[in-house]
């Protein structure tokens, strides 16, 4: 991961929003405020103008940026969580060029960051349901040492499934938590958007 690489990634993330936004709104008119399509196209919109204006650097000040951008752009709980979990991922990959490994200890503390603010274990129905998988996924591969597109697509079908495991959840924590056994049958959007996020990474990688 260098930063031309970690570019790449924030506008395939953006893009991958923009396709699914409607689809996140759904998701999230079910069991919330209807508003995390809109919020995380908007962050993500302006993360990818702001990252384009650096040219140099440590992979990690890509992404520290992203985190910067959807802290001030995306409202609910989508930026301080998303927001929050780039800036960690930025301040691991302080390098110009991160390994495999290194990006899997940078996704750990994406993971903790989220986990921290939401009080969010996995099975609560958050975005930890699809951040936790794809990391294990990711950090084990990496460990047996296959390069960063390998890594990313088991941690982008780990992400998936974990997304889709999370239909017949009951909400833990947020909002959806309100609604007691009625969240049980609906998709967290959180989770979706960690999906979108990990397969943004594997396509990224891949084309490479």
Sequence with gaps: MDIDLARTWVHAIATAVDKQK????????????????????????????????????????VL?????????????????FFGRAF????????????????????????????AELGAAAPGDKTVIDAWAPALDAFRHRADTGTDLAAAALAAADAAEEGMRATVPL??????????????????????TSAALIFRALADTATAR
């Design 87 to 114: 800036r960690a991922i930025g301040q691991v990959l302080d390098v110009p060029t991160a390994t495999p490994q290194e990006m899997a200890d940078a996704l750990a503390a994406g993971l903790a960051a989220v």
């Design 22 to 61: 409607d689809l996140l709104t759904r998701l999230d008119s079910a069991i919330g405020d209807a508003d995390h399509g809109v919020n995380m196209h908007r962050g993500f919109t302006a993360a990818a103008t702001a990252v384009s204006a650096l040219e140099s650097g440590a992979a990690g000040a």
């Design 64 to 80: 520290f940026e992203t985190g910067s951008a959807l802290l001030s752009n995306v409202g609910g709980a989508s930026g301080p």
């Design 170 to 191: 009951q909400a833990r924590k947020g909002r959806a938590s309100y609604l007691g056994t009625r969240s049980i049958g609906h998709q967290d959007p959180g989770a």
